[in-house]
């Protein structure tokens, strides 16, 4: 099993910044996936960001693209997302999430960080 636990989220005014952090642990995988999503109430989560451990390589939400931008910390399995020229619209409980397949689910799920955009 993975258990993934977020820290850094909190109340932040209209075009400020937070960084969050997902440490994973348990299970250990050679390749997998860390992502973020965010889910607001009454709304559909969504995908926000992810980045592939094999390559390096990450991937954006349109509605993120330029201002988020995801990263591994030092230790492997623990990353970060840096939220720039937060928005309103960014507020929502914020999940990291764990996958080891390209097109598979993201099968473990944080509990979740509140992030607040309010003037």
């Known amino acids: 099993q993975v258990q993934l636990e977020e820290s850094g989220g909190g109340l932040v005014q209209p075009g400020g910044s937070l960084r969050l952090s997902c440490a994973a642990s348990?299970?250990?995988?050679?390749?997998?996936?860390m992502g973020w999503f965010r889910q607001a109430p009454g709304k559909e989560r969504e995908f926000v960001a992810t980045?592939?451990?094999?390559?390096?390589?990450?991937f954006y939400a349109d509605s993120v693209k330029g201002r988020f931008t995801i990263s591994g910390g030092n230790a492997r399995r623990l990353v970060h997302l840096q939220m720039n020229s937060l928005k309103p619209e960014d507020t929502a409980v914020y999940y990291c999430?764990?996958?080891?397949?390209?097109?598979?689910?993201?099968?473990?799920w944080g509990q979740g960080t509140q992030v607040t955009v309010s003037s």
């Open positions: 999430a764990f996958k080891t397949r390209v097109s598979g689910p993201y099968n473990y």
């Open positions: 348990g299970r250990t995988f050679s390749s997998y996936f």
């Open positions: 980045i592939r451990w094999n390559d390096g390589s990450t």
